[in-house]
Nanobody, 129 residues
Framework: QVQLVESGGGVVQAGGSLRLSCNAS????????MAWFRQATGKEREFVAS????????NSADSVQGRFTISRDNTKNSVYLQMNSLKSEDTAVYYC??????????????????????WGQGTQVTVSS
């Protein structure tokens, strides 16, 4: 069972940048589809971005396109979320998630939380205006 640990959260001013990291405990990391979700206080958990096994195919929510970039390094068992031009509405707890799904395309990029079997504990991102 893979364990996921996020890091990199913090407090940043609007317009600033942060880079989140998620490290997996297993060398089978390359076999998982990875994603980032976020949950703001009083709101449901929402999809941010996902990435396929090789890192060549990514998809992201409309609300973060052009500002956030997901990437992975399978040699380091890690997935990243580079967040630029941050807005106050990006304030949330950000979660890393792993899926054992064997199918990923631009039309099937797993934006639903129910598709992910493993989750990290989350890291808080606060954007001050």
């Amino acid at each position: 069972q893979v364990q996921l640990v996020e890091s990199g959260g913090g407090v940043v001013q609007a317009g600033g940048s942060l880079r989140l990291s998620c490290n997996a405990s297993e060398n089978t990391f390359r076999t998982y589809i990875m994603a980032w979700f976020r949950q703001a206080t009083g709101k449901e958990r929402e999809f941010v971005a996902s990435i396929n096994w090789s890192g060549e195919n990514t998809n992201s929510a409309d609300s973060v396109q052009g500002r956030f970039t997901i990437s992975r390094d399978n040699t380091k068992n890690s997935v990243y979320l580079q967040m630029n031009s941050l807005k106050s509405e990006d304030t949330a707890v950000y979660y890393c998630a792993a899926s054992t799904s064997t199918y990923y395309t631009n039309d099937h990029y797993l934006p639903e939380a129910r598709n992910y079997e493993y989750w990290g504990q989350g890291t808080q991102v606060t954007v001050s205006s």
